[in-house]
């Protein structure tokens, strides 16, 4: 998930109760409310659960969406969101903390039930769930989802229609060639032979090789359902149809937000995981980053939705003021902040380059720049520890040894690559008003290489373009992109969510990239296309550490920080809780005390 990903604070045994479940149960799951507030509450707790209906909801985001098309997002904190207007297959426990990280059936009755030696999955749909206008959710409706989605790309000289989301069906799908449903010349779109609706509410994936954690695709945004003759393409976005217990009211405009109110034809008989409390829920984004941190603590909006927490200019504000630090909670919240190093934008093609980058780095710095140790721990490898195969202590630069860099070192690789004056490249970051945090931290990167004599330009834009810029790979070779600030967070709870779509050389795409440094490592690419086939989750891990050991020695990734967000939340919310597979509150949920 793009970062703001997507996912994890997760334990073996956690892992070892989700990863192969197959056949799981609908049993509902509690939790142990808080009676009130309190600094971390909301980490293991409810804060004021309460069934109180009524009000509006005023959220609030520095950002703008990538989309909020369910089938064309990669947002983290979108996914969570959409949660409110779109129901898939199979979702995360509405509870508090890791045991949020259980799968739940949605539209399903169940999880997947397994055949054919792993490769086909089948999934049931409940009776009586409707979209927002009463037309009845049907199997047909989620494979077109999913063929209109940007799990398929068109041939050459087509361009993608939906380019933004995850690309996991076609790697294990039957027909990976679809040409995605808005290219598809069959009655009624429904081409793609990977998927099969027996009838309205039977749904079968046949795969082409064993996927162990099928069932977390299934909680892909992609699965919720689209009818093909509403579907808008690239308008959809503007008012996707609702499966879930709120719908738009009117459109969603760009650049400045939307208003969700009740979908009347949402039946909570039919949704074991949602809430429908509030009357109206008020988005608006592209607010300044100060400002939206004044509204938040003056008590004029509600939340962050991008989970992302106050800057840390306003840290003190929140942990210095006791009824402030009473509503907040700092969580290391499954990101990995990084910088990306393009393989294929010169002087970066030689690893030697690479590497004075990662020697000369001040990781000191770089952590103050995300808000300190309340903001983020220091980084040293390519995993973040909630991710299985991360391995304690591992830090082959040194980066707990030279916090401040090691000039020396970065000196020895700049004359090994041929560069000993240093080189001059550009550094890529969302701009200050969209993300403070990462252009701080850019900032400090460009002084630190500049007393090795590397020259870093800034290049700077809007969050919304991120998959223009730094995720389309033209664009990065035309502007000489040479280092992207970046995070990522897994896009289910485990190492293949998190790895495949930044290190696979197969998830290459010409546009919402997300293995920006175009790393193509043949030892990589044949262990993430086969560790699916492995049915533990120990061994599984043993591969995502080789791959973990591998990344570093490329020398594409420099880490920085796991982040941490000190999340504020307004007294005044009722049900408010961290959900350690969303990464950050659960929309779904929130009412008003």
Not at 43 to 49: A, E, F, G, L
Not at 128 to 156: F, H, N, W
Not at 550 to 557: G, Y
């Amino acid at each position: 998930m793009k970062k703001p990903h997507r996912l994890t604070l997760i334990s073996a045994g956690a892992v070892l109760s989700l990863g192969l479940a197959a056949c799981g149960s609908s049993a509902k799951t509690t939790s142990t409310p808080s009676q009130g507030a309190g600094y971390g509450a909301a980490t293991t707790t409810v804060v004021n659960s309460s069934a109180h209906k009524g009000g509006t909801l005023i959220y609030v985001n520095s950002q703008d969406w990538d989309s909020p098309d369910p089938g064309n997002t990669y947002y983290g904190w979108s996914w969570d969101f959409a949660r409110l207007y779109s129901r898939t297959l199979v979702t995360y426990s509405a509870v508090p903390g890791t045991a949020g990280e259980k799968l739940v059936p949605d539209l399903a009755t169940s999880l997947g039930q397994v055949s054919n030696s792993g490769l086909t999955w089948t999934y049931h749909l409940r009776q009586g769930v409707k979209l927002e206008d009463g037309e009845t959710v049907t199997s047909q409706m989620i494979k077109y989802a999913i063929e209109r989605s940007s799990a398929y790309t068109p041939g050459a000289g087509k361009p993608a229609v939906l380019p933004l989301g995850p690309t996991y069906w076609s790697v294990f799908l039957k027909d990976p060639t679809y040409p995605s449903a808005y290219y598809d010349k069959t009655p009624g779109k429904m081409g793609l032979t990977g998927i099969s609706t027996p009838d309205p509410s039977t749904i079968v994936f046949n795969l082409t090789k064993p996927m162990a954690e099928f069932d977390y695709l299934a909680t892909l945004a992609q699965t919720a359902p689209v009818p093909e003759a509403k579907d808008t393409g690239t308008s959809y976005l503007k008012h996707p149809l609702s499966s879930g217990p709120y719908m738009f009211q009117g459109n969603y405009t760009p650049g400045k937000g939307m208003t969700l109110v009740k979908n009347p034809n949402w039946d909570p008989s039919t949704d074991p995981v949602r809430k429908q409390l509030v009357d109206k829920i008020v988005v608006t984004v592209s607010v300044p980053a100060t400002d939206e941190d004044n509204r938040l603590l003056s008590g004029q909006a509600d939340l962050d939705i991008s989970g992302r927490g106050v800057s840390p200019s306003d840290s003190a504000r929140v942990l210095l003021n006791s009824k402030n630090k009473a509503s907040a909670d700092d969580v290391l919240d499954g990101f990995y902040i990084y910088t990306a190093l393009n393989t294929k934008v010169a002087p970066f093609n030689n690893i030697h380059c690479r590497e004075a980058v990662l020697y000369a780095a001040d990781h000191a710095e770089l952590q103050t720049a995300y808000g300190g140790s309340y903001g983020g721990d220091i980084s040293t490898q390519a995993l973040p520890p909630q991710v299985g195969g991360y391995i304690p202590g591992y830090d082959p630069y040194g980066f707990a040894a030279h916090p401040h860099g090691d000039l020396t070192a970065a000196k020895q690789q700049l004359a090994l690559c041929g560069q000993p004056n240093g080189f001059s490249t550009t550094i890529a970051t969302r701009n200050a008003s969209d993300d403070p945090k990462e252009n701080a931290g850019a900032v400090a990167l460009q002084a630190e290489l500049a007393k090795v004599g590397i020259h870093a330009d800034l290049y700077q834009y809007p969050a919304a373009q991120i998959g223009s810029v730094v995720g389309t790979p033209d664009f990065v070779h035309s502007h000489h992109l040479g280092l992207m600030m970046y995070g990522w967070g897994p896009d289910w709870p485990a190492g293949f969510g998190f790895l495949n779509a930044i290190v696979n050389g197969a998830a290459i795409t010409p546009a919402g990239n997300s293995n920006l440094e175009e790393l193509n490592d043949p030892a990589i690419n044949s262990e993430l296309n086969n560790v699916m086939a492995i049915n533990s989750i120990s061994g599984r891990s043993q591969v995502y550490s080789q791959i973990d050991r591998q990344v570093m020695q490329d020398a594409v990734f420099l880490p920085i920080v796991n982040l941490k967000s000190l999340l504020y939340r307004n007294p005044r919310l009722s049900n408010v809780f961290y959900n350690a597979a969303l990464l950050m509150y659960d929309y779904s949920q929130i009412g008003l005390k």
